[in-house]
């Protein structure tokens, strides 16, 4: 064996020491976590922020089960938390980093804390809810559907996501909420299977009607701007669909008093979904108008519809205007490419509201 990986074993055994020598052997006694500037809570020392919100049934969005492995669980640490540690440089730029951002996860309280949280992620709640829609909408999406229980109901956003527990874990995954947000007692998911994902193997392959679940929100700045009267384009691919399917939705039953321009990208037929409840809105609403696109539709599938990356279809149908508001979902060089080709139509960066994934 050769002496550097003699000496790198050693090191790897010294670390793990100090771990368990840290959990078990150092005490830090009793520290105060002070939340805002006005709620205080008596810990006892040397766990991490993650953890002790929790336990307070303070949930913000953290998708690892707090491995610094997702860089959800950002707050802003005020005083108490020491220096930025190396896995949380990867999550942290230098802006946040001197605005005093962590990663919650990371952060252990070794003496008194205050950290501050944006008021709306105090809303967010832990629920439990049983499967009660559990349907195939391609060959590697499902349709979830989840019945709230315990008589409690969900406030969101049209847009926001909820985090899903993985059951057995205390890993948690995010997915953007398809209904409508007038419907309070349930939370329907579109869940892709991603070969090995954790979550969405358990979703296709274990997961059944009847089963209960948990998970929390809602979450995300990702939302419909319910006081503009701007006209809306709704850009999506894939599971990008559940969150302007929210919008749609919710806006439809308003009446869709708002112009609505919704392009919808899939590679072939046997990848759209929602294609004949969209096609009914068409014909209920004057102002929706729904432009599916395949872009390497097959001989089988005889489609006669428009043909190319949904970016493309997006620059032929837009006129140039700024009185226009945008909502994508889908990958970053979808989400790249399309936020390109709706600045060269006029419509303002501020108006262009995105959800990478």
Same mark, same amino acid.
């Given at each position: 064996?050769?002496?550097?990986?003699?000496? %790198?074993?050693?090191?790897?055994?010294?670390? &793990?020491?100090?771990?368990?020598?840290?959990?078990?052997?150092?005490?830090? +006694?009793? &520290?105060?976590?002070?939340?805002?500037?006005?709620?205080?809570?008596?810990?006892?020392?040397?766990?991490?922020?993650?953890?002790?919100?929790?336990?307070?049934?303070?949930?913000?969005?953290?998708?690892?089960? +707090?491995? =610094?492995?997702?860089?959800?669980?950002?707050?802003?640490?005020?005083?108490?938390?020491?220096?930025?540690?190396?896995?949380?440089?990867?999550?942290?730029?230098?802006?946040?980093?001197?605005?005093?951002? #962590?990663?919650?996860?990371?952060?252990?309280?070794?003496?008194?804390?205050?950290?501050?949280?944006?008021?709306?992620?105090?809303?967010?709640?832990?629920?439990? !809810?049983?499967?009660?829609?559990?349907?195939?909408?391609?060959?590697? @999406?499902?349709?979830?559907?989840?019945?709230?229980?315990?008589?409690?109901?969900?406030?969101?956003?049209?847009?926001?996501?909820?985090?899903?527990?993985?059951?057995?874990?205390?890993?948690?995954?995010?997915?953007?909420? !398809?209904?409508? %947000?007038?419907?309070?007692?349930?939370?329907?998911?579109?869940? #892709?299977?991603?070969?090995?994902?954790?979550?969405?193997?358990?979703?296709?392959?274990?997961?059944?009607k009847g089963d209960k679940v948990i998970f929390t929100g809602s979450f995300g700045d990702f939302q419909l701007q319910e006081n503009s009267k701007k006209d809306i384009i709704g850009i999506a691919g894939?599971?990008?669909?559940?969150?302007?399917?929210?919008? !749609?939705?919710?806006?439809? *039953?308003?009446?869709?008093? #708002?112009?609505?321009?919704?392009?919808?990208?899939?590679?072939? *037929?046997?990848?759209?979904?929602?294609?004949?409840?969209?096609?009914?809105?068409?014909?209920?609403?004057? %102002?929706?108008?729904?432009?599916?696109?395949?872009?390497?539709?097959?001989?089988?599938?005889?489609?006669?519809?428009?043909?190319?990356? @949904?970016?493309?279809?997006?620059?032929?149908?837009?006129?140039?205007?700024?009185?226009?508001? =945008?909502?994508?979902? +889908?990958?970053?060089?979808? @989400?790249?490419?399309?936020?390109?080709?709706?600045?060269?139509?006029?419509?303002?960066?501020?108006?262009?509201?995105?959800?990478?994934?």
């Amino acid at each position: 064996m050769s002496t550097f990986l003699v000496i %790198n074993g050693m090191l790897l055994v010294i670390v &793990c020491l100090l771990l368990l020598a840290e959990k078990y052997l150092v005490s830090y +006694g009793k &520290c105060s976590l002070t939340l805002n500037g006005d709620k205080h809570f008596e810990v006892d020392g040397g766990d991490n922020l993650l953890n002790y919100l929790t336990r307070h049934k303070i949930y913000i969005p953290s998708a690892c089960g +707090g491995k =610094a492995t997702c860089g959800f669980c950002k707050v802003k640490v005020l005083s108490g938390a020491g220096d930025i540690l190396p896995t949380e440089e990867v999550y942290i730029d230098k802006k946040e980093s001197e605005e005093g951002m #962590r990663l919650a996860c990371q952060v252990k309280a070794k003496k008194d804390v205050e950290i501050y949280i944006p008021e709306y992620l105090l809303e967010a709640e832990e629920f439990e !809810a049983e499967v009660d829609i559990l349907i195939d909408l391609t060959h590697d @999406i499902k349709l979830v559907g989840l019945k709230i229980l315990n008589g409690k109901t969900i406030n969101f956003k049209p847009g926001q996501y909820i985090q899903f527990k993985i059951p057995g874990t205390d890993e948690y995954r995010a997915y953007s909420i !398809a209904s409508p %947000n007038y419907i309070k007692d349930r939370v329907d998911l579109t869940i #892709r299977l991603v070969p090995g994902g954790l979550c969405s193997t358990y979703v296709h392959k274990a997961l059944e009607k009847g089963d209960k679940v948990i998970f929390t929100g809602s979450f995300g700045d990702f939302q419909l701007q319910e006081n503009s009267k701007k006209d809306i384009i709704g850009i999506a691919g894939g599971c990008g669909m559940a969150p302007v399917r929210s919008i !749609a939705y919710s806006l439809a *039953k308003q009446g869709m008093p #708002r112009k609505f321009f919704y392009f919808f990208g899939a590679r072939t *037929k046997r990848d759209l979904f929602f294609t004949e409840r969209f096609k009914e809105m068409e014909k209920e609403f004057p %102002n929706f108008k729904y432009i599916p696109a395949l872009s390497e539709p097959l001989p089988d599938d005889k489609w006669d519809g428009e043909i190319g990356f @949904i970016t493309q279809i997006v620059e032929k149908y837009l006129d140039k205007t700024s009185e226009k508001e =945008a909502y994508l979902c +889908g990958p970053p060089p979808m @989400i790249d490419a399309a936020t390109n080709v709706l600045i060269n139509k006029g419509i303002q960066l501020e108006d262009i509201y995105y959800d990478k994934f």
